[in-house]
Each structure stands twice: as C-alpha cells, then as structure tokens.
C-alpha cells in the first residue's frame, strides 16, 4: 500500500500570502496524484489532478508540481474562502486508492 | 448539473447489516466507473470500494474485505454498498463518488455525493 504523508498538519497564514503543501509517497506514484480541497461541513472537491492538471472551474491561484514521491500543492496568494483542510490522493498503485492524512491552512 | 444522491445511512449494532444506495442524474452514469469513499468523523478520507462500468472489475479496500459488496444497475443509474459484519469502526459518513474520466479507470474523483452516515454502536 502506498502510505501518503502530508506536511505540515497545520499551515497557519495570512490571506494574500502563499501556501505551499507538501506530500510525500512511500514509493513512486509517478505523476499520478491528486489534490482536494475540504471546508467544515462540505465534501471534498477535486483541485488538481495528475500532479499538475487544474479540475474544471479552480481558480488558476493554485497549481500542483512533482512527481515520483515528492509533491507540492501552491497556493499563490491564500483568498479568505481557501482556508480549509487539503488532501492529496494517489491512483497509481491501487487498490487501495490510499489519501494523505490532510493539512489544515488556518488563518494567522 | 451532476447529482449523486446517497441514502440508507443509519444507526445499527455491531455486527448487523445495512445497503446504500446512491441515485445518480445528469450524467450517462454507464459510463463511469464509480466508488464508496467514506470519512469517519474528524478524519480524512477512506477509499472503500470500486465498481467498473460494467461490474467486470470489483476492489475492496482490506479493511471491509469478505464484509461488503458494491454492486450498480444502469438501468436505474444506481449503486449500491451492501454491509454486512458492521463494526464499532465502520462509523463514518459513506460517499458515492465518481471517477473524473468516463470510459477510463482513472481514480480521480471529481463527484461525491453529500454523504449517508453510518454509525455503528450498542
């Protein structure tokens, strides 16, 4: 099973700066991973997938890099409603499709 | 407008059964494979279970493995999750989710559900 490990848990920031978000995998996942976006009360919704590729309608604000193990998910400048908890999911090696443990972007 | 509508969510002792089914518009749901995902509270989320578009292929996630049984009927565009053994740690809130590309088994999931809540307690 490939065990994803998001860091840090908790990104505590400014609205207008930048948030990077890292996710590291336990083996290769090559470039096939994906990003999601979680607010209180709301499911999941899909940012980014195959590392770098925009879901419909996300804002161009954030943008994914990275492939093999290590990933990165940037915000560019953290609007008031990108406050929330993000996830990342692999779809390489599966089943299982395996999740990373979310870091939560709260305000400074 | 993409709509997944889950339902049968509900309080059961350890050790009984439930089935969720989720009804599915706006789409050609034949030609999409499709999941359970659940999210137990305070958690993050929990792949549990694929279907293809044609049930040829079927995954389980080990943890509900020889316990559950996913299963679809186009005719009617829906899926279900057939759950039997429940346990204590079965609580969470169960998504139907679909997969971003139709006629692929890329799992990305770009559609969820708003989510059935299963509990599990005596």
């Known amino acids: 099973e490939v065990v994803l490990t998001q860091s840090p848990a908790t990104l505590s920031l400014s609205p207008g700066e930048r948030a990077t978000l890292s996710c590291r995998a336990s083996?290769?996942?090559?470039?096939?991973l994906a990003w999601y976006q979680q607010k209180p009360g709301q499911t999941p919704r899909l940012l980014i997938y195959d590392a770098s590729n925009r879901a419909t309608g996300i804002p161009a604000r954030f943008s994914g890099s990275g492939s093999g193990t290590d990933f990165t998910l940037t915000i560019s400048s953290l609007e008031p409603e990108d406050f929330a908890v993000y996830y990342c999911?692999?779809?390489?090696?599966?089943?299982?499709?395996?999740f990373g443990g979310g870091t939560k972007v709260e305000i400074k | 407008e993409v709509q997944l509508v889950e339902s049968g969510g509900g309080l059961v002792q350890p050790g009984g059964s439930l089935r969720l089914s989720c009804v599915a518009s706006g789409f050609t749901f034949s030609s999409y494979s499709m999941n359970w995902v659940r999210q137990a509270p305070g958690k993050g989320p929990e792949w549990v279970s694929y279907?293809?578009?044609?049930?040829?292929?079927?995954h389980y996630a080990d943890s509900v493995k020889g316990r559950f049984t996913i299963s679809r009927d186009n005719a009617k565009n829906s899926l279900y999750l057939q759950m039997n053994s429940l346990r204590d740690e079965d609580t969470a809130v169960f998504y139907c989710?679909?997969?971003?590309?139709?006629?692929?088994?890329?799992?990305?999931?770009?559609?969820w559900g708003q989510g059935t809540l299963v509990t599990v307690s005596s």
């Open positions: 989710v679909r997969v971003l590309k139709q006629l692929t088994d890329e799992v990305h999931f770009d559609q």
């Open positions: 279907i293809s578009r044609t049930s040829s292929i079927i």
């Open positions: 083996q290769s996942v090559s470039i096939y």
């Open positions: 999911q692999q779809r390489y090696i599966w089943p299982p499709v395996t």
